[in-house]
């Protein structure tokens, strides 16, 4: 009953998504410490501040709309929905034939939306500084994204992102190809702003002038802030995921025998591993640049995709 | 079926006469009227859904005395789709129009308004059904004379008065430009009617010539960057419910008219006029969604995102040429589906944005976006469904502004099938531009939908909101229920779309009987399920709700809602001047596109007080038409010297052209 | 496709847009040593493909000519145009440029034009002819990059970028020019960097300032 399994597979496969999201986050976190030649909190962290967060009791203002209220809810629905969508241990999940990667941006957009209305519900300057300022840096990533992901599709004849990866795995020299290479660095630029990590926003302070996503959500507390918190995890994983099927698909398991899932999920934490150090190197040595001057940022990750389909067309297509 | 139509159309024309008959008893008139607009609004549906199914094609004439000048109409897939649209938004607007009237009775009289409402709506069937030019023409001026006398209702103002004589002078301007185009093919056909125009042959240049002319003509009732001034100056001053019938449904009618024109009237296809179309679709999407970022008029706001509208079908109609015109008929449909399903989308949308400004004009009285706020607390259907409208044209899943813009990106994504270059690398930039005006889109709505019915109230007239009568609610409930069905049911939509490409381009898109998933091109696994993303959302939504909240545990508690005010930084209540202003929400995009408007910014002191004053146009008017007016006032003062006032000129000017003309003759 | 080219060709090919991406970041650069550094980047790049172009074809001048690259472009230019920096003590932003973005754009369109001239005239090379196209098009980013800035140390680099450009196209098109021409060229350049230097100083203290903007005093309109 290969039809029963698979998707017996893809659901597990959501599950262990959502439960290690804060695993990934507390991975960064610790190795952060660690470079700093600090002794840092454990990597489980995360869960323990998830579970205070849904003890503690829910403050909610007098003046919030069931927009405030809802709102949490839907943003972890739909970054839950998303993470189905994503291959992580099985190449060939059923779910990725729901939404293709245009649908991923498009819900994606749809939680940033409802994010971006809770923050002006209460009606606190705050709230409107971080949903003014989310909207624009996410306005400006969109263009550079879907190029990227435009490289892709029209590299893999299709938008669908189980066919993309699987494209990818069996044609094996395409790691080399200059067009993925612009439309990685382009990636990596554009999710590094839709994140919130350093350079475009810390993730680590809670100050007003300095934050975007923390200014959104400042409003919630209880477990409506944990929903978040753990929704903003999961769409980390999502993009640290996305970045290392796209562009480094080798060992993922395309079909569904025991040792097979072995190798991918072996190989899927040493890419995440080496990923995050990666990642935290990078946060070490960057500061957070002015908030005007990351469209300049993005608009050199516009290029670089834009770069990436040129190469494409011009010099890898007869 | 011909019966029918010709019924409908007579039911249309006599709501008007019976307002006019019922003049002085107000309540029974408007009934009415309302009634057989409302009666012959659903005849179309039936009648536009019945002509797709069945992909029928009938033609009747009227034969007048005059040679040449009979009325000739045909019913074919093309008018019966729009036709469908328009019964759609005038049955919402049947519902919406007796309670918003209600406030205009008191002070004057609405004979008018009724009288005009049902001979435009009556105009729209008729272009729509017309296949000569006599008749085509004829409707169009139609269309536009009664559409003049809507805008000017509330004629007292100034600005209403020029806003209303721009709109009358680029509606006339358009209509010479598309006179021009018909004078063009007429030239080389047998015959007027639409049949004989199609099997003629243009030659190379004139092709040119009548497409540039028609690409004006209907560009410009289209709304178009930079024919689109009358748009903003136009729609804000008419009362909202016609602002819905021309944003939603005279703006397709033109694009009706562009595609009747090139894919019917002209046989043959050039793939300039796809990059035309193209690039002046990118730049009007662009341009008109910067432009509406910065308005905080709110009518103003949505008549600039119409503008960013047509821009997305202008872009799925140029991508249809350019693929049709190098032999890809398949993708071509694609290019044509995703243009009309976003033609439909939009006048769903936009006529829902449109009634809710209505409501809440007619509730606070107030247009700027600056003197609102907390309306949800007041008006919490309106909102609800003001909110679905928002979502809608930002285009996000699952509503129905998402699938069209999904088959754009499909039909972009097909661009390495072209053999040139500079055409595969024009489709993805087109694409790129595309994803960045939907998400300036989703800010502008964000920030409009925040600074009317979030946060806290700005100003005292808020206070007195409240949600209006149940037909108006039903209105926009009945539009918002139909963004959200054409939303999770493409795959029914795009099977009825589907007769209208089959007539055009000759073959249509491959469809499947599988109602469940949205498969565009077979052979390419590219696939969107709506209606089990919906489902997946509710079934993980109620999941975690009766994991975090429902189920009595130590993990959730109920929610404290004992009125906690919100966090001052400390300092306790602060007011309602602190929270963000649209403006200040649109600052950062104003400061990243600095180019784009004409931004005028003052900050003057005086005793301590501070006026800021922000003014942002947008260049086209400054630079463009006040240039052309001089230039044009410059030319007509030369002229005006003939008209020399003497009695003695004028009989010399007789004798000149007496004189001249027997010379002619003889 | 890409991936069914022998391993040299495609490593030629990345080398290429590789190079495009140089010249690219040569318009967006506010900072002389961060132009600097990048014309390195470029002349190392250069290096690279000569050698490989040395070794597929087993050419043995170009092993000469590679080396020649490495001393003048990659160690020596950078070097004395750093002194200079120094010396003439250029702390400033190279260029205000009121829309970089349009720039970019406009950088784009002209890669495309270069595609639409040699995709319309094949020329019968098969794989290099689109490699030509990013040597034309870092020609004519150079000569755009000396439009567009107004300070004279960023003329210096758009020149060099130029000369690179017409280097790779010789590499590319006909494997490598002749080494009399080949020396001869080198030696072109390095006359040009010295005489560049010593007319900095000249134009420095003769309108002090290094603008080229200011030579426009020297226009033949009557003052008022």
């Known amino acids: 009953m290969v039809g029963y399994m698979i998707w017996v597979f893809a659901l597990l496969q959501t599950i262990l998504f959502v439960a290690a999201a804060p695993l990934l986050s507390g991975l960064v976190k610790w190795l952060k410490c660690r470079l700093q030649n600090r002794r840092g909190s454990s990597i489980l962290q995360p869960y323990r501040s998830l579970k205070k967060l849904f003890k503690k009791e829910t403050i909610v203002a007098n003046n919030a709309s069931f927009i405030f209220h809802f709102t949490p809810y839907l943003i972890f629905t739909i970054t839950i929905l998303i993470s189905a969508t994503i291959p992580l241990i099985i190449a060939n999940s059923p779910f990725t034939y729901i939404a293709d990667i245009i649908v991923l941006i498009g819900l994606f957009a749809l939680a940033r939306f409802f994010l971006a209305l809770s923050g002006l519900d209460i009606g606190t300057a705050f709230g409107g500084m971080g949903s003014s300022r989310e909207m624009m840096l996410s306005s400006l990533a969109e263009p550079a994204l879907l190029l990227a992901f435009f490289t892709l599709a029209m590299n893999a004849e299709s938008t669908n992102l189980s066919t993309i990866i699987q494209h990818f795995i069996t044609t094996k020299h395409l790691l080399f190809s200059p067009s993925l290479i612009f439309t990685a660095l382009g990636f990596v630029i554009i999710a590094v702003a839709e994140t919130g990590r350093i350079p475009i926003d810390n993730p680590d302070t809670h100050l007003e002038l300095t934050m975007i996503h923390e200014a959104m959500i400042l409003e919630y507390s209880g477990h409506h802030l944990a929903l978040i918190e753990w929704a903003s995890q999961i769409k980390f994983m999502i993009y640290c995921v996305l970045f290392v099927d796209l562009f480094f698909p080798f060992g993922l398991a395309t079909s569904l025998t025991l040792n097979v899932i072995g190798i991918s999920c072996l190989a899927l934490l040493a890419k995440l591993f080496f990923l995050s150090f990666t990642l935290s190197i990078a946060e070490i040595n960057l500061a957070k640049i002015r908030l005007f001057r990351a469209p300049y940022l993005l608009s050199f990750a516009f290029l670089l995709c834009l770069l990436g389909v040129l190469n494409h067309i011009i010099l890898e297509v007869r | ?666 | ?224």
């Open chain 2, 1 to 666: 079926m011909l019966l029918l139509t010709q019924i409908t159309v007579l039911i249309t024309i006599f709501a008007g006469i019976i307002a006019l008959l019922l003049q002085h008893w107000h309540r029974l008139a408007k009934f009415f009227s309302f009634a057989l607009l409302g009666l012959s609004s659903c005849l179309t549906i039936f009648i536009g859904s019945k002509t797709l199914i069945t992909q029928q094609n009938i033609t009747w004439q009227i034969v007048t005395a005059f040679p040449g000048l009979n009325w000739q109409f045909t019913l074919d897939p093309l008018a019966a789709f729009f036709l469908a649209i328009v019964g759609l938004i005038v049955l919402a607007i049947t519902f919406y129009g007796p309670a918003y009237l209600r406030g205009y009775e008191k002070k004057r009289s609405i004979t008018n308004m009724l009288l005009c409402t049902a001979l435009f709506v009556a105009a729209m069937y008729l272009v729509l059904l017309a296949s000569n030019v006599f008749s085509f023409l004829f409707a169009w001026e139609l269309m536009s004379l009664s559409s003049y006398f809507l805008v000017i209702y509330l004629h007292e103002n100034s600005v209403n008065r020029k806003a209303a004589f721009v709109y009358l002078l680029m509606a006339h301007a358009s209509g010479l430009f598309i006179l021009a185009s018909f004078g063009i093919l007429a030239k080389f056909s047998t015959n007027l009617d639409f049949i004989s125009i199609h099997l003629a042959h243009l030659p190379t240049l004139w092709a040119h010539c009548a497409f540039i002319l028609a690409l004006i003509g209907f560009g410009m009732k289209a709304g178009i960057i930079p024919l689109h001034v009358w748009l903003p100056r136009a729609h804000p001053v008419a009362p909202s419910h016609i602002s819905a019938l021309m944003s939603g449904v005279m703006l397709k009618i033109a694009i009706y008219g562009l595609l009747r024109f090139v894919f019917s009237l002209l046989g043959t296809l050039y793939w300039q006029w796809g990059v035309t179309i193209l690039i002046i679709g990118t730049v009007s999407a662009l341009l008109g969604v910067l432009y509406a970022l910065m308005q905080h008029d709110l009518k103003k706001l949505l008549a600039y995102h119409s503008i960013e509208n047509i821009g997305i079908i202008f872009i799925g109609i140029g991508l249809a040429i350019i693929f049709m015109s190098t032999n890809h008929p398949v993708l071509a449909a694609l290019g044509l589906v995703a243009a009309l399903y976003h033609c439909l989308n939009h006048a769903l949308f936009k006529s829902l944005l449109f009634l809710g400004a209505g409501v809440i004009q007619h509730q606070i009285h107030e247009q700027d976006l600056e003197k609102m706020g907390g309306l949800i607390h007041k008006m919490p259907h309106t909102a609800l469904f003001f909110l679905i409208g928002c979502i809608s044209i930002s285009a996000l899943p699952p509503f129905n502004g998402f699938v069209s813009e999904w088959l754009t990106y499909q039909t972009t994504l097909q661009a390495p099938m072209l053999s040139s270059g500079i055409l595969r690398t024009l489709l993805p930039i087109s694409a790129a531009l595309l994803a960045l005006t939907s998400a300036l889109a989703a800010t502008c709505f964000v920030k409009a939908y925040g600074a009317i019915f979030l946060g806290r109230p700005k100003t005292r007239q808020v206070r007195h909101a409240k949600d209006p009568t149940f037909s108006m609610v039903a209105a926009m409930g009945f539009l918002s229920l139909m963004c959200l069905v054409f939303g999770i049911f493409p795959v029914f939509t795009i099977n009825l779309i589907n007769s209208i490409p089959q007539q055009l381009l000759g073959t249509g898109l491959i469809t499947t009987k599988n109602w469940l998933w949205l498969m565009p091109l077979t052979g390419n696994t590219t696939t969107y399920a709506p209606l089990l993303l919906c489902f997946g959302v509710l079934t993980i939504g109620g999941v975690v709700f009766w994991l975090v909240s429902c189920r009595p545990s130590n993990y959730a508690k109920k929610i404290k809602d004992a009125g906690y005010i919100p966090w001052g930084c400390g300092f306790g209540k602060i007011g309602a001047t602190t929270q963000y202003t649209a403006s200040a929400f649109a600052m950062p995009i104003r400061r990243v596109f600095k180019g784009v408007w004409a931004v005028t910014e003052t900050l003057t002191k005086d005793n301590g007080n501070f006026e800021y004053n922000l003014i942002t146009e947008d260049w086209s008017w400054r630079y463009f038409y006040e240039k052309l007016e001089k230039y044009l006032t410059f030319i007509a003062r030369k002229i005006a010297y003939i008209q020399g006032g003497n009695v003695r000129i004028y009989l010399a000017y007789m004798f000149f052209t007496l004189l001249l003309l027997l010379w002619l003759v003889i």
């Open chain 3, 1 to 224: 496709m890409f991936s069914f080219l022998p391993t040299y060709d495609q490593l030629e090919i990345i080398i290429s847009a590789l190079l495009l991406l140089t010249a690219f970041i040569f318009l967006t650069q506010n900072r002389i040593s961060n132009l600097i550094t990048t014309f390195t980047w470029q002349s190392i790049l250069l290096t690279i493909a000569t050698t490989l172009q040395a070794y597929g074809n087993v050419n043995k001048e170009l092993y000469i000519s590679a080396a020649i690259t490495f001393i003048f472009k990659v160690l020596f230019i950078p070097y004395f145009l750093r002194v200079f920096v120094k010396k003439l003590d250029i702390r400033h932003k190279v260029s205000n440029i009121k829309h970089p973005f349009l720039l970019l754009m406009g950088a784009v369109v002209i890669v495309l034009f270069c595609y639409h001239l040699v995709a319309a005239n094949k020329i019968a090379l098969n794989m290099n002819s689109n490699i030509t196209v990013v040597a034309m098009a870092i020609v004519l980013l150079g000569m755009l990059l000396l439009i567009t800035h107004h300070k004279a140390i960023s003329h210096v680099i758009g020149f060099m970028s130029m000369e690179n450009g017409i280097f790779f196209a010789a590499l590319v098109a006909t494997n490598g020019m002749p080494m009399a021409v080949e020396l001869g060229i080198a030696f072109d350049v390095l006359v040009a960097v010295v005489l560049f230097g010593v007319f900095f100083f000249h134009i420095r203290s003769s309108i002090d300032t290094l603008n080229v903007d200011r030579l426009n005093i020297l226009n033949e309109r009557v003052k008022e």
